[in-house]
């Protein structure tokens, strides 16, 4: 199998069912920000961090894989038996944020993102996350989308918050306040 088919050169492609859209599809740029989203993680995957993240962000990878393949997939006409997402990976989410908050100070301000260089590429992974948690808010409200999917996406923005505060703490790096002028 080629990497190449050259369907793709006119700026069309294909959605799992068949069904051929524009590659400025929001449909498109929904599950291509999710792999975005998943690249990233895979980068700090690859960083110095324990093996109990990396398993956490392993975890996540393999569900985003499976957000999308559903965004990829045409619910009008894909018949495809597809993973799907369940609640117990929304509230695995929530039981590390639980845990993680047992181990680091108490939030009192807003902080700025930053802090040690894996905790800040934490940060990007949040934003990039919000980013595709917002353009499938906007899928959702022209087209089908499965609604724990947003679920899943609000909750592990949470978590990278979380996370990134956890990996700062354990690196020793001092939270920045965020002081706003008067």
Known sequence: MKIYTKKG???ITGLLGGTRVSKNNIRIEAYGTIDELNSYLGLISSLSICGF?????????????TMGSLLASDPNKSNLQLPM?????I????????EFEKTIPALTSFILPGGHPTGAHVHVARCICRR??????ALSEIDQV??????YLNRLSDYLFVLSRKLNFEQGSKEQLWLPRN
């Open 85 to 89: 997402l369940d609640l117990k990976d």
């Open 91 to 98: 509230q695995k989410l929530e039981a590390w944020i639980d």
């Open 146 to 151: 499965d609604e724990r999917i947003l679920s």
């Open 9 to 11: 050169d006119k700026g």
């Open 132 to 137: 595709a948690e917002r353009i499938v808010v």
């Open 53 to 65: 993240y990396k398993d956490q962000i392993n975890e996540v990878q393999d569900r985003l894989f």
